[in-house]
């Protein structure tokens, strides 16, 4: 059988899990990435970035005087944990605008991930073996291929403008 998007979306209903994950890229490379609870709460996510926010930037020599972190506008981003620990911990994030896929880099490496795992013959057996092969992908995306999205940047920005917002596809 083989793996498509639904194995990794699936219902219960349909003998599928959701997987949910964290991760962080930054223009050298990928960073750290974590599997999270069926569930995750702002709880959750405020033990996420505190156990892994400052460890990725400085495993990776990022200046702390230059480090800026970005998230979507998701609840748990927006929820007052999340707020109070990166007011409390000076993380500089930047301001991003909701519903907005088109710009976030970090989708663009997820569909990435998905693309390669769908390149696998048979269905992973269980969560713990899909979770092995997204680990897999994900420490053989190359910096190269990150850092010729970050530098697509400005030239996506400029195709959102003209499209005045409408979606765009690359």
Request: net charge positive; proline share 6%.
């Amino acid at each position: 059988k083989t793996l498509r998007p639904y194995h990794i979306k699936g219902t219960r209903q349909g003998g599928g899990g959701k997987m949910i994950t964290w991760s962080c890229i930054i223009y050298y490379g990928p960073g750290d990435a974590c599997r999270l609870p069926d569930k995750i709460s702002a709880v959750t996510y405020f033990e996420v970035l505190r156990g892994y926010v400052f460890a990725s930037r400085d495993h990776n020599f990022m200046n702390p005087a230059k480090f800026k972190f970005q998230q979507d506008n998701a609840g748990i981003h927006t929820a007052k944990i999340t707020r109070d620990f990166i007011k409390k911990s000076k993380i500089p994030v930047i301001e991003w605008p909701a519903n907005s896929p088109d710009l976030n880099p970090i989708e663009t490496v997820w569909a990435h991930l998905k693309k390669q795992l769908d390149r696998y013959l048979n269905a992973p057996r269980n969560m713990d073996e899909l979770w092995e092969r997204v680990q897999d992908i994900w420490t053989e995306i190359t910096p190269e291929y990150l850092r010729k999205l970050y530098e697509s940047m400005p030239r996506r920005m400029k195709e959102l403008y003209h499209a005045k917002g409408d979606h765009i596809k690359y």
